[in-house]
């Protein structure tokens, strides 16, 4: 399927790596990714690595970790802005050539004197275009020069932004940015708009942080239709930022802000994620619950809201938790293995699942809940699980456990039934058996349910457990 301009969609993720992927950054990688598969076209990444110092192997590493984590395919290996310099130095001096940009020969200190004026005239602090009209002839021999976009100085540029709408900027606003610094390489302005280009890209998604780009962008784009054709203007949509609960943009003071603090240490499920990423700035109706699936099927641009979204933290955990009671038991028990670290038998944290998984909210509520599995005997008591273990308490579960040893078949229906019929012969309600029991079995005062806590745990070790803490009658 193509566009409505016919063409085939092409979209791209264009992270600078800065350490990890940023909750923002995977949104704006979700909704390009997204755009592309809906319309049945090409999703790329590019990795704007020309910051060499922060761009490191580790830094792009994790950004690539974290978009194959969400489940976000591309569908061309990424390509690395850093190996394109030649190629953006060409299309400065094919604009240079072709008179839409100039040499610079402005020295540092003439324009840090410029910018001392503007400032003490109150005046926007903006290249003044000194050398724009001056004839080569003028040039300093052999001095180190800039090469200079010519942005026109009349008229105004349009964008109809799928997501902001119209927006209108007079072309006086817009400066002769530098394309070519002086020692020959691109500036970053040039470098988005030569690949954008090179890749095909028909859309471009993003933050509208870069709203004021496009319009510097842009007359990079229009020259090099005039001169060579074939470099029609992109769709942009620039969507906004994610925002604190506060109101504020979204930043480490929030707390969690990289892809991976969420699949670590908050125990989040991609799909989770996914969804709840999606939601952020997305809406189809209220639905809140929306499979990969139905995403392609439904996302589009004109669901994308034009106000900035709160980040919610709470409805990513209530999501979490339906993904969890949807997935795998296998799959959740092998993530909450290699959380609890050696001693965790994925087995038996398969078969705990069914009753793990409808109170937990992340990985790490299944992990807390199925520690009791693997507890080494003598059993650790939290203090409030001490308190119930009281001498009466402690007799309760001496007759119990000689009750549950002639027990043949430990079943769920079976151990319910003994320990019933127990509490009754007693006469208690079945919670005064139940609660010392919990804390004999699991050291604490929550579990699942206590015969799953049985069946789960076994005879042996269920009997073992219960003995530690029994003690018949008479003898306290
Ligand atoms: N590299 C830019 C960023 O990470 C994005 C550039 C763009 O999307 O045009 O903010």
């Known amino acids: ?74 569908d061309e290996p990424p390509l690395f802005q850093s190996d394109r310099a030649q190629r953006h130095a060409e299309v400065a001096r094919q604009l240079l050539e072709a008179g839409h940009a100039y040499k610079c020969y402005a020295t540092p200190e003439e324009l840090e004197e410029m910018r001392a004026q503007q400032r003490a005239n109150k005046q926007p602090m903006r290249y003044d275009r000194r050398w724009r009209d001056r004839d080569e002839s003028e040039a300093p021999a052999g001095a180190p020069f800039v090469i200079r976009l010519k942005v026109p100085t009349e008229g105004e540029t349009v964008i109809e932004d799928e997501v902001q709408g119209k927006v209108t900027v007079q072309n006086a606003e817009i400066d002769d940015y530098v394309l070519l610094r002086a020692d020959g390489t691109p500036t970053y302005m040039l470098a ?64 969690a802000v990289g892809v991976e603090a969420y699949r670590d240490d908050e125990g989040v499920l991609p799909e989770a994620l996914f969804n709840y990423l999606l939601r952020l700035g997305w809406g189809h109706g209220d639905r809140e619950e929306i499979t990969r699936e139905e995403a392609i099927e439904l996302f589009d641009l004109d669901g994308v809201g034009k106000s900035p979204s709160r980040f919610d933290i709470k409805k990513l955990q209530n999501l979490n938790g339906h993904y969890i009671r949807e997935a795998d038991d296998a799959r959740l028990a092998s993530l909450v293995a290699a959380k609890m670290g050696d001693g965790a038998e994925e087995k038996l944290l398969t078969e705990a699942m069914p009753v793990l998984k409808p109170r937990a909210k992340s990985v790490n509520e299944l992990a807390e809940g199925a520690a009791f599995l693997f507890k080494e005997r003598p059993l650790e008591m939290t203090e409030k699980a001490a308190g119930l273990l009281d001498a009466d308490a402690r007799t309760r579960l001496e007759g119990l456990s000689r009750r549950l040893a002639k027990e043949n078949h430990w079943t769920l229906e079976a151990l319910e039934a003994t320990t019933k019929s127990y509490a009754e012969e007693l006469e208690l309600g079945l919670g005064k058996l139940a609660q010392p029991m919990r804390a004999a079995l699991t050291g ?33």
């Open 192 to 255: 988005v708009v030569v690949d954008d280009h090179d890749m095909g890209v028909t859309h471009i998604i993003r933050g509208d942080d870069h709203l004021n780009n496009a319009f510097r962008q842009l007359p990079i784009i229009r020259a090099m239709d005039q001169i060579e054709g074939g470099w029609p203007d992109p769709v942009y949509a620039h969507v906004p930022l994610i925002h604190g609960a506060d109101g504020a943009k979204l930043s480490k003071r929030h707390g």
């Open 444 to 476: 604490t005062t929550t579990s699942p349910g206590i015969f799953d806590v049985l069946v789960l745990l076994g005879k042996e070790e269920s009997l073992a457990r219960i003995d530690a803490q029994a003690s018949p009658a008479g003898k306290e």
């Open 1 to 74: 399927m193509a566009s409505e301009t016919g063409k085939q969609v092409v979209t791209r993720f264009a992270p600078s790596p800065t350490g990890f992927l940023h909750i923002g950054g995977a949104r704006t990688a979700l909704f390009n990714w997204l755009y592309a598969r809906h319309h049945g076209g090409r999703a790329l990444l590019r990795i704007e690595d020309t910051d060499r110092k922060r761009s490191t192997q580790d830094a792009i590493d994790k950004i690539i970790e974290g978009l194959d984590w969400l489940g976000l395919d591309y």
